[in-house]
């Protein structure tokens, strides 16, 4: 074993020394260093995004109840080393000597937000800036309450049986931007007061907040330790769930980012295979010679194994920090643009690559490896005897299984992995048959075909195999680059529509019917976009097809929630822009019915398990209150539109007491106004969303650029590939334009056959990329990305980029080739 | 000097080497007149390959020059030459570098088409006739033996007509039956069609039949004096 060592090593240094490892050793170090990069960029990014989505809930984690956590809860925390704040929110009346109004108060201790800032201002609508919060016997308070109560700075408010002095303006909780149904307006105390309230005894109402922050190693552990003694009426919350707006965005840039570390690895995987095959088609002779000088076959085998071996390990290892380096000096250029603390990578994505490079390089390297233990040691004489072929299917799909695995591992998202794989390989079968086919019948018009035609392409047809081979491997690396290109347009549309300039930045509440048609006039003057007045009736899923609703839902999913607290019911007799039909029919096509419809959100249908045609009791007003779900519909929970779970026919709720809602964009510099509406309706609740929306934008951004680099990132992968990739089919062109050469052929035919070659090599791949990324493409939309797949018709032009990348990356890498002496024919006999 | 077809004078071949300058090559000149044959023998690393890669033009020499069909080759670039063998220089290699890519006819036209000629196909396999593969045109050398892949190198060789024709241990791949068959077949084509012959062996009897035989060693010229056949005749 030893005495193979040495021989591995010193063949590994004899054969570098010739040059003849470069081409593995390149595909390797480009494989590695790509999928590396791609990883580390994606892993910080993301990391850094969910710190900015962290600051939606003041925390990375928060395990929330209506009573207190256990101290085991909260010791479990601390022992795992994460920071801790504490937070309690209820209901209050805030009394002065003259006046009394109901506010939501959160007490909270002084380590509190552990993501984001408090803002606040000195007084009323004064500018704001970023504080630590109140200390105790002080409170702030939202500028409303100065209103609504006359209040002052310096002036005291009794919160309970407790006096506190109100010291600023509260104008930005980072946990509560979100929240546009909290009606009443904020008081901040120290939690410390808390018990001299008085307030909280046992069976109020009242919210329990345990924050926490830490990194995420410690986290996930943590979620884990409260999972077993979790309270029926305890939740935990994490940055990636906190808010529907930035979850949805922030899920897809995760899995967008996910997906393309998916794409880099599926290169290397093509680069590897690609040379790993030459690497043992060039040691045929020399392992038939070893043969013949008495090495048996085993350990012929586990000479080049151990070659590869050393040779993989090395080039893993390069590449893995020569990509580490590459993402940092990436974060570098970008850190203007980012502005921001981007935690570390760790070293996972450096694991994962250079575990990549490895399980890619046995995989592919195996079949061609074996093969050099069945060389016949007769080949030294009889150059003709090739190896008895391996029975490639098993191992290539041992190859593919090891990397889907590694795949999956990265990306924790066997949806992606199965379709990006499973789609790939679909796509590699139909097609790589009928390219063979194709290939086959192309062969026969060949014969009447211009001479550097029937030059360049008489290598692809004679052996349509290799050549289906090629371009399947080229295709796939087209296909790569194509999809991350493809949907970075489609995400970085999503998100422009998502927040259009104008998107609305107020939600009004409570609107009372009688000042409905006044107050939709004053802000039709105001705005130009502004949603309808919704009616809004609260009620409460009570009974589902005469079954109490309670005894049906599962705990901790959203019908769980749904059903704990009021809904905002309405009716409405058109269907709400961003909203759309999924099931059943709108009204109109309704018809008579003994019962009233009811139009149910589909996400919330789906986790209560409802139908078309179910009977829905609600509890409203202290009335019961029957309706048949009577269609599903999907919401665009993205927009900042008024959005209900469930939308009566008209008629049939008007009885009931109901206020409006709506939203609408206030166009800037027109603040005045807007405290005249506040002033001309004083029961109306405006809410500032403004605030949400800069962050949303902010983020959006952020995304958007990551979606940018990593699309570069991938093509330039793609590129490097693809020229690992041609230069390991380099040899048979060598020769062949040497002995063309010989034979009185000038550089331009060469030239010119070798354009016909590689262009139509280049034409096939990318037809089969095109037809390929449709196919991974409407997988992936449907089942990872939550898109709306259309075809997309570029990618008919994926033939024509696929003929000029390959095309000129080819003349470029087969320059050797044209240039080769001719001299070389004479050699080689 | 008219008849002169191919002349070298003072070749010399000079490459880098670890250990200095190795000089592979010295001071050699030659003269072929119009359907002469030539040998080039000797040991292995004499030189003898260098010679004629030099003398077809596939190679420069480091001093010295060579004149083939009146052209002086160190003065044209790898293009030019390339013109100058496709007019007037034919290759018989060792392992007879046939294109796998390409049939039996496909690779006797190859040399007509790099000519232009509009009867490549009628004259490729009038040739293939001639050597005894009229019924394996479309066969592809892999599905050849390695004699048959000779003839074929033999058709392709002969196929421009060249002025000259190398031949580099044409029969060396081969056993002696199916050797002794092509040389036949070489020197038959040779004599019908005039052409002139420079041929690399280490086949002694192959080289006397040649009218000269030039015999190197370590690079140098030891030994020229006519072969059986120029004293035949």
Not at chain 2, 21 to 47: F, H, M, R, W, Y
Request: aromatic share 6%.
């Amino acid at each position: 074993m030893t005495r193979l060592l040495v021989l591995a090593l010193r063949q590994l240094l004899r054969d570098a020394r010739a040059g003849e490892l470069r081409v593995l050793f390149f595909a390797l170090l480009v494989a590695v260093a790509a999928s590396t990069a791609i990883g580390y960029f994606s892993a910080r990014l993301n990391g850094a995004m969910l710190l900015r989505a962290s600051e939606f809930l003041g925390a990375d984690m928060v395990l929330s109840g209506s009573a207190p956590a256990a101290p085991e809860q909260v010791e479990a925390g601390q022992r795992l080393g994460l920071e801790h704040a504490q937070v309690v929110e209820f209901s209050s009346v805030i009394a002065t000597d003259e006046a009394l109004q109901l506010a939501s108060v959160k007490a909270a201790d002084s380590t509190y937000p552990l993501r984001g800032s408090l803002r606040s201002a000195p007084r009323p609508y004064q500018a704001e800036e970023a504080t630590p919060g109140p200390g105790p016997g002080e409170a702030w308070a939202e500028a409303r309450l100065f209103a609504a109560l006359d209040l002052a700075i310096g002036d005291s408010i009794e919160v309970g049986s407790k006096a506190l002095r109100l010291t600023r303006v509260l104008t930005y909780e980072p946990d509560r931007v979100g929240d546009f149904y909290s009606l009443t307006p904020r008081v901040l105390m120290h939690l410390d007061d808390l018990a001299a309230t008085d307030i909280v005894q046992p069976g109020s109402r009242v919210r329990y907040r345990e924050l926490w922050r830490g990194d995420g190693e410690a986290l996930a552990a943590y979620q884990q330790a409260l999972k077993a003694g979790l309270q029926a009426h305890q939740r935990i919350e994490t940055a990636s769930d906190s808010n529907r707006q930035i979850g949805g965005a922030l899920g897809r840039a995760e899995r967008y980012l996910n997906l393309a570390s998916l794409a880099a690895i599926l290169l290397s995987g093509v680069a590897v295979a690609l040379s790993a095959a030459r690497f043992a088609a060039r040691r045929f002779d020399a392992s038939a010679l070893l043969r013949c000088l008495g090495l048996s076959r085993r350990d012929t085998l586990l000479l080049y194994a151990l070659q590869l071996g050393m040779l993989g390990l090395l080039a893993s290892l390069t590449g893995a920090l020569l990509g580490w380096g590459a993402q940092h000096g990436l974060f570098f250029l970008l850190r203007d643009l980012l502005a921001q603390e981007i935690p570390p990578g760790g070293l996972w994505p450096a694991a994962a690559g250079i575990a990549t490079g490895l399980v890619a390089l046995t995989g592919f390297a195996l079949p061609p490896l074996a093969a050099l233990g069945r060389v016949p040691p007769l080949r030294v004489l009889r150059r003709d005897l090739l190896p008895v072929p391996p029975s490639a299917w098993l191992v290539y799909g041992t190859a593919i299984l090891a990397l889907g695995l590694i795949m999956w591992r990265l990306s924790l998202d066997l949806k992606i992995t199965l379709a990006l794989l499973g789609g790939g390989l679909l796509a590699t079968l139909l097609l790589g048959g009928s390219l063979l086919l194709g290939l086959k019948a192309a062969r026969r018009l060949l014969a009447g075909a211009a001479l550097s035609w029937r030059l360049g392409l008489g290598q692809l047809l004679r052996h349509p195999l290799a050549a289906a081979g090629q371009a399947l491997a080229f295709g796939l690396i087209l296909l790569a680059m194509a999809l991350i290109a493809l949907l970075r347009g489609e995400l970085l549309d999503t998100w422009q529509d998502q927040l259009p300039d104008d998107a609305p930045n107020h939600f009004v509440l409570n609107v009372l019917p009688a000042e409905k048609d006044a107050f939709a006039e004053r802000i039709g003057a105001l705005s130009d976009h502004a949603a309808p007045l919704y009616p809004v009736v609260p009620g409460r899923l009570v009974a589902i097809n005469d079954e109490p609703v309670r005894q049906l839902v599962s705990k901790d999913s959203q019908g769980e929630r749904a059903i704990r607290r009021d809904l905002s019911l309405t009716w409405s007799a058109e269907l709400p822009k961003d909203n759309r039909l999924i099931e059943g029919q709108w009204w109109d096509a309704r018809g008579q019915a003994e019962l009233p419809g009811v139009s149910v959100e589909a996400e919330l249908a789906e986790s209560l398990q409802l139908k078309l045609g179910d009977r829905l009791s609600f509890s409203v007003g202290g009335l019961e209150r029957d309706a048949v779900v009577s269609s599903l519909r999907e919401v665009n929970w993205d927009s900042f539109q008024p959005n209900f779970y469930m939308i009566f026919e008209p008629d049939t709720l008007q009885d009931m007491p109901a206020t409006y809602m709506t939203s609408f964009h206030l166009p800037p510099g027109k603040e005045r106004e807007l405290v005249e509406l506040a002033r001309a309706f004083p029961s109306v609740t405006l809410l500032q969303v403004e605030a949400l929306l800069a962050q949303l934008r902010s983020i959006l951004a952020q995304v958007s650029l990551a979606v940018e680099y990593v699309l570069l990132f991938v093509l330039a992968a793609g590129l490097a590939v693809l020229f690992a990739g041609l230069q390991a089919t380099l040899d048979e062109r060598i020769r062949q334009g040497a002995l063309l050469r010989a034979l009185g052929a000038e550089r331009r035919l060469l030239l010119k056959a070798r354009r016909a070659e590689f262009g139509l090599l280049g034409a096939a791949s990318g037809l089969l990329a095109a037809i390929g990324c449709e196919l991974v493409s409407a997988l992936l939309y449907h089942y990872a990305f939550d898109l709306r797949w259309q075809p997309h018709p570029w990618l008919l032009a994926l033939p024509i980029i696929g003929a000029l990348l390959v095309g000129s990356a080819g003349i470029l890498g087969t320059r050797r080739a044209l240039n080769a002496s001719p001299l070389a024919v004479l050699r080689d006999s | 000097m008219n008849a002169s077809i191919l002349n070298a004078r003072h070749l010399s071949k000079v490459v880098p080497s670890a250990e200095g300058e190795l000089s592979i090559l010295a001071d050699l000149s030659l003269q072929l007149n119009k359907g002469d044959s030539l040998a080039i023998v000797g040991t292995s690393g004499s030189g003898k390959s260098t010679l004629l890669g030099l003398l077809a033009g596939l190679d420069l020499p480091s001093s010295g020059d060579v004149h083939l069909a009146g052209h002086a080759l160190a003065e044209l670039d790898e293009d030019q030459r390339a013109r100058v063998r496709a007019e007037h220089v034919g290759f018989v290699f060792q392992s007879f570098q046939l294109l796998d890519s390409l049939n039996a006819l496909e690779n006797v036209m190859l040399p007509l088409e790099l000519e232009g000629r509009r009867d490549a196909q009628a004259r490729a396999t009038e040739l293939l006739e001639r050597v005894g593969l009229g019924a394996r045109l479309h066969h592809h050398p892999r599905q050849l033996s390695g004699g048959e892949q000779q003839r074929v190198a033999l058709a392709r060789a002969f196929a421009a007509e060249p002025d000259v024709l190398f031949a580099d241990e044409p029969t060396g791949n081969l056993d002696s039956h199916t050797g002794a068959h092509i040389t036949e077949l070489l020197f038959e084509l040779n004599r019908e069609r005039g052409t002139t012959l420079v041929l690399v062996t280490h086949d002694e009897r192959l080289a006397q039949r040649c009218h000269r035989v030039l015999r190197l060693e370590g690079g140098r010229q030891v030994d020229t004096r006519p072969g059986e056949r120029a004293v035949r005749q």
